[in-house]
Each structure stands twice: as structure tokens, then as C-alpha cells.
Nanobody, 127 residues
């Protein structure tokens, strides 16, 4: 079973950058489509970015398109989220997720389509 641990969150000023990492244990990491989601306050968890198992296909929420980049290193068993031009609206707990069940699509944008979640890392953007 894959286990996920996020890191890289913190406090940054508006306009700054952060890179989140999601380290995965388990030999099957390279076969899983993965994604990043975020949750702010009492809001529902929302989709941020997703990537196919081999890393060739990616998808982004409109709110982060052009600013965030998702990447997957199947040798290091690590998922990344490079976040640039951050705004206070990006403040949230960020979660990485892996889809470990059968996959027919390249990547997935709904939280219910993922089976394993990390514990989350807080990102706070000050104005």
C-alpha cells in the first residue's frame, strides 16, 4: 500500500514561490496517477492539479493554470507542485493523493477518484 507524506509548505509573501513535495513509499508509485488538492477553512477540498502515472499528461484548475506546475519523479518516488506568483487566495492545506485502483483515464480531477491521501501541508500566503 502506498503511503504519502507532504512537505514544503510554509509562510510566503504574495508573489512568492513554494515547491511542495510528496514522498511516497511502496514499489507501485510509478503506476499511479496522482493529484494535488487543497482545502481552505471550512471549504470543501478542491482540485489543484493532476498528473498521469508516467507523467506525460497533466491537468490544472483554472485558478492555478499558468502559475502552478505538477511533476512526478518515478525514480525518486516523489510528486511535486511548483507554485509561483502566489496570492492570499492560495492559502490552504495542500494534500497529495494517489489513485491506486484501475485507471482508464490519464489523470483524475475529483477527490473521490483517489484512494490514498497524505496528511497535508499548510501553505499561507500573506498580502
Amino acid at each position: 500500500q502506498v503511503q504519502l507524506v507532504e512537505s514544503g509548505g510554509g509562510l510566503v509573501q504574495a508573489g512568492g514561490s513554494l515547491r511542495l513535495s510528496c514522498a511516497a513509499s511502496g514499489r507501485t508509485f510509478s503506476t499511479h496517477p496522482m493529484g494535488w488538492f487543497r482545502q481552505a477553512g471550512g471549504n470543501e477540498r478542491e482540485f489543484v492539479a493532476a498528473i498521469s502515472w508516467i507523467g506525460g499528461s497533466t491537468g490544472y484548475a483554472d485558478s492555478v493554470k499558468g502559475r502552478f506546475t505538477i511533476a512526478k519523479d518515478n525514480v525518486k518516488n516523489t510528486l511535486y507542485l511548483q507554485m509561483n506568483s502566489l496570492t492570499p487566495e492560495d492559502t490552504a492545506v495542500y494534500y497529495c493523493a494517489a489513485r491506486t485502483g484501475p485507471s482508464s483515464a490519464s489523470y483524475y480531477v475529483r477527490s473521490r477518484e483517489y484512494h490514498v491521501w497524505g496528511q497535508g501541508t499548510q501553505v499561507t500566503v500573506s498580502s
